[in-house]
């Protein structure tokens, strides 16, 4: 069977950034502050545009949760940090309903570089995009989890 909750986390994850252009990140940038990259993260849920209408949630705790409305049945749990260089790491799981079994994938982590800028604006790279985008207002992550429900019912509907 596909695993469909790598394939949609790939292309969310590629696609997490459209709807604001891409920028050459000031030369004078520097490695964000590791834990101005968590304020930025902790408790809200970061959004993927594109085909995937879904999003990531990083608690507080550093556990992370996602999910996908392009397949509405798999959700993924894992765990999430920022390291010394400002790159906000998670790796994640996904599960969904097999057959009357629990289908999983093998974990998988992922970076998100992250640098600030002169003015004190944040730019963020992702895995394979040479190029560096603005954290803007209408792109930063969002309070709360905003899949809680849906999350909730894929674990129902995986069985677990």
Do not use: N
Not at 132 to 141: C, E, G
């Amino acid at each position: 069977m596909m695993r469909p909750g790598i394939i949609l986390f790939a292309a969310a994850f590629a696609l997490a950034a459209a709807p604001v252009l891409a920028e050459v990140a000031p030369g004078t940038a520097v490695r964000a502050d590791p834990q101005k990259v968590a304020r930025l993260y902790a408790g809200k849920t970061d959004l993927w545009g594109g085909d995937c209408g879904g999003g990531i949630y990083l608690s507080p705790q550093m556990e992370a949760r996602a999910w996908c409305a392009a397949s509405p049945e798999a959700f993924a749990a894992g765990r999430w940090s920022v390291d010394t260089q400002g790159r906000l790491c998670h790796t994640l799981s996904w599960y969904w309903p097999d057959g009357g079994k629990t289908g999983s994938g093998e974990p998988e982590t992922s970076c998100v570089e992250h640098v600030e800028d002169s003015r004190g604006r944040i730019w963020r790279r992702w895995p394979g995009d040479p190029k560096w985008w603005p954290l803007q207002r209408t792109d930063r992550p969002v309070s709360g989890y905003k899949y809680k429900r849906r999350v909730a019912a894929a674990r129902a509907a995986a069985g677990i």
